[in-house]
């Protein structure tokens, strides 16, 4: 087992959250950004999608090592809870707006894409106009 060391891309946050999924894990700072660390195979970072090139385009399944700042929808507000599930991930912002990113082949983003992954951080219009609390991600 390996010992825990230091994130250096974080140290100059201070983090107030952490989730961790099946192969990705989030992390929440007081500023109410997220970073994500981890597999992508599915959005489940909310990085959008990866084509060879590395440029953002389709449905390719990416895996990324690097702790990297996902970029929310203009209109958020920042984040207070983070949650990680198998391969999907929660956002709720201080509106109490929930967002979902990943798999979404049984629904479980909530979001309507006909069970197409969803690449970047999406509102889950549904829970309108309803201020959402909490938000608890499972494994699908």
């Known amino acids: 087992m390996a010992a825990p060391r230091v994130v250096e891309?974080?140290?100059?946050?201070?983090?107030?959250?952490?989730?961790?999924?099946?192969?990705?894990?989030?992390?929440?700072?007081?500023?109410?950004?997220?970073f994500v660390a981890g597999a992508n195979h599915s959005g489940q970072c909310g990085l959008g999608f990866l084509a060879a090139g590395g440029v953002a385009a389709g449905a390719a399944a990416t895996a990324t090592t690097a702790v990297r700042r996902v970029r929310l929808p203009e209109g958020c507000a920042e984040l207070v809870q983070v949650s990680a599930g198998q391969a999907h991930t929660l956002l709720l912002c201080r509106r109490g707006r929930a967002y979902a990113c990943g798999a979404n082949e049984r629904g479980q983003c909530g979001v309507e894409t006909g069970g197409a992954c969803v690449g970047l951080p999406t509102l889950i219009s549904g829970l309108l106009p309803h201020a959402v609390r909490a938000v608890e991600a499972g494994s699908s």
Do not use: D, M, N, Q
């Open 9 to 34: 891309t974080l140290s100059a946050h201070r983090i107030v959250g952490v989730a961790a999924g099946g192969r990705h894990s989030c992390f929440l700072t007081a500023a109410g950004e997220c």
